[in-house]
């Protein structure tokens, strides 16, 4: 079992910044896959960006390519996800998702694990 808390959400104008972060817990989480996914409302949950746990490897969703940085910290088993240039389509719940097997995924049902989300809103 892993347990995963986001933080770091809150309201900022269009075009600031943020920094979220997402501890995790529990078994050998530094191995594990993670990802951030957004969902806003009356919309479905949709990939944001994924690492794998040597933070090697990345992808990105086209809509925030050159603006957010997935990063992972795993003598402290946290993953960063840094969000600049932001825009009020930007506004969502923001997850973080541990997956327990080595291969990137972007999918919802390719994730294990789930936090309980941070809001973040985008508005002048």
């Known amino acids: 079992q892993v347990h995963v808390v986001e933080s770091g959400g809150g309201l900022v104008q269009p075009g600031g910044s943020l920094r979220l972060s997402c501890a995790a817990s529990?078994?050998?989480?530094?191995?594990?896959?993670m990802g951030w996914f957004r969902q806003a409302p009356g919309k479905e949950r949709e990939f944001v960006a994924v690492?794998?746990?040597?933070?090697?490897?990345?992808e990105y969703a086209d809509s925030v390519k050159g603006r957010f940085t997935i990063s992972r910290d795993n003598a402290k088993n946290t993953v960063y996800l840094q969000m600049n240039s932001l825009k009020p389509e930007d506004t969502a719940v923001y997850y973080c998702?541990?997956?327990?097997?080595?291969?990137?995924?972007?999918?919802?049902?390719?994730?294990?694990?789930w936090g309980q989300g941070t809001q973040v809103t985008v508005s002048s």
């Open positions: 998702a541990a997956r327990s097997r080595t291969a990137l995924a972007v999918t919802v049902h390719d994730f294990d694990y």
């Open positions: 529990g078994r050998p989480s530094s191995s594990y896959v």
């Open positions: 690492s794998s746990w040597s933070g090697g490897s990345t």
